[in-house]
C-alpha cells in the first residue's frame, strides 16, 4: 500500500529556543504543545486526503459538528524517546497504530493505514525533534492522536467526513513526585464499560464515564479509580487510565481481555518483559475477595498500574466502602521496580531491544 505523501508547512515562526529549553526543564504532562501538528482528511467516496504538517493552532468547528452531539472521537498516546546516541525512536508505534484502526471501527469511523499512521508520527517528531528532551531518566515527547467527525448536520448516523490529527507534547513524570505509590479507590458502584460496548476502545466517552468515580475516589482521598466488571460485580477490571498487575512472587497477573477493558500497549509489553526476565506472566480473572484475601495471607506481594502516560506506577494502598488495605509495605516492590526500570531501558536505548520495538524516526 503506498503511504499517503504528507504536505509540509511548518510554523514559519516556531517557539525561540530559551523558552522552549524553559519549558523542556520542568514539561509536567500535557501543558505545552510544539510548533507544529500533523492533519489528514477523510471524505465519503474518495478516502484519505489533503495530508498536511501545519501549525499547531485551533480547530475551527462549526456548532452543528457531528463529534460535538454524537461523540464519534477517538484518540491513542504513544512516546518518543531521545536515544543515547541522539536520535530518537517512537516506542511500538504500529501496535498503536492497530488499535486506532480498531477504535476506528467500534465506533463505525474509517481506518487509518498502519503505514499512514506511522508515517505521521514520523513526520510530526521529525519536524519538532528539538521539542524531544535529552536522553537520561524518563522524559519523552508525548503523541497524542485523534480523530473526530467533521461533518455538519443532526441525525443519528456515522459521519460522512473526519478529521485526523497528531499533536505533540514534552513529557515528564506523570504523577508528581516521581516513582511513589499511589492510592486506589475500588468502586463498587460505578462502572466503566460493559462487554459488547466500547470499553476496549480508546475513546474519550470512555474516560468521561470514569470522571464521576474518580472525584468519588478523591473524596476518599485516593489517587486513583480501579473498576470492577459490570456484570457480577467482582471481577477487577482496570483504573479510569491505566491497567493493572498483581504479583504473586516470581507469579504477575494482569486482568484478561474481557471485551470492556482497554488492550494496553504498555500492558502487553510487559508480559513480554516479565517472561523475558523469567516471571511466569500470564492474564486471568482477578476478583476483589482474592485481591483482599492475598494480600492480608502474604501471598499477593505487589500491585503496580501501567500506561503510556504513567509507565509503571506502584499501587500502595487500597481502599473500599468497605474498608481498607495497605499493599504490601506500602513502598514501591522490587518486582515492580525493576519492570519499571527493564521497560524503561528499553524505550530509552539503554538495553537491547530483542522484539523490534524501538522505530528510529528519520
Excluded at 124 to 135: E, G, K, S, T
Excluded at 246 to 263: A, H
Aim: net charge negative.
Amino acid at each position: 500500500m503506498t503511504t499517503l505523501a504528507i504536505e509540509l508547512k511548518p510554523n514559519s515562526h516556531p517557539l525561540p529556543a530559551a523558552e522552549r529549553e524553559a519549558r523542556l526543564a520542568n514539561p509536567g504532562f500535557g501543558r505545552f504543545f510544539t510548533d507544529n501538528m500533523v492533519t489528514i482528511r477523510w471524505t465519503e467516496g474518495r478516502g484519505w486526503h489533503d495530508a498536511q504538517l501545519v501549525p499547531y493552532g485551533p480547530l475551527e468547528l462549526d456548532p452543528a459538528n457531528m463529534t460535538l452531539h454524537y461523540a464519534q472521537e477517538i484518540f491513542e498516546g504513544l512516546k518518543a524517546y531521545r536515544q543515547p546516541d541522539g536520535t530518537v525512536a517512537l516506542f511500538r508505534p504500529e501496535r498503536n497504530a492497530l488499535r486506532f484502526q480498531h477504535s476506528a471501527r467500534t465506533l463505525a469511523m474509517p481506518e487509518l493505514p498502519v503505514e499512514t499512521f506511522i508515517a505521521a508520527c514520523d513526520a510530526l517528531v521529525a519536524q519538532d525533534i528539538d521539542w524531544v528532551p535529552p536522553h537520561g531518566g524518563e522524559s519523552s515527547l508525548y503523541l497524542r492522536p485523534f480523530m473526530i467527525a467533521a461533518e455538519v448536520g443532526l441525525g443519528v448516523r456515522p459521519a460522512n467526513e473526519y478529521l485526523f490529527v497528531i499533536i505533540a507534547s514534552p513529557a515528564g513524570a506523570y504523577f508528581e513526585g516521581g516513582v511513589k505509590p499511589v492510592s486506589i479507590w475500588i468502586s463498587q458502584d460505578r462502572v466503566r464499560a460493559v462487554p459488547g460496548g466500547m470499553g476496549d476502545a480508546k475513546t474519550g466517552g470512555n474516560y468521561a464515564a470514569s470522571l464521576l468515580a474518580q472525584a468519588e475516589a478523591a473524596r476518599e482521598g485516593c489517587a486513583q479509580v480501579a473498576y470492577l466488571d459490570a456484570v457480577e460485580r467482582k471481577w477487577v477490571e482496570e483504573l479510569g487510565g491505566m491497567n493493572l498487575y498483581f504479583v504473586y512472587g516470581d507469579r504477575i497477573v494482569t486482568p484478561s481481555l474481557t471485551g470492556s477493558l482497554l488492550e494496553g500497549v504498555t500492558r502487553d509489553s510487559l508480559l513480554t518483559v516479565a517472561r523475558d526476565l523469567g516471571y511466569q506472566a500470564e492474564e486471568a480473572r482477578v476478583s476483589i475477595d482474592q485481591w483482599r484475601e492475598d494480600t492480608a495471607n502474604g501471598t499477593l506481594t505487589e500491585v503496580f498500574a501501567c500506561g503510556t502516560a504513567a509507565v509503571i506506577t506502584p499501587v500502595g494502598s487500597v481502599k473500599t466502602k468497605d474498608g481498607a488495605w495497605t499493599q504490601g509495605d506500602g513502598a514501591p516492590g522490587p518486582v515492580t521496580m525493576r519492570l519499571r526500570e527493564q521497560l524503561l531501558a528499553i524505550q530509552t536505548g539503554n538495553a537491547v531491544d530483542p522484539h523490534g520495538w524501538r522505530h528510529t524516526v528519520a
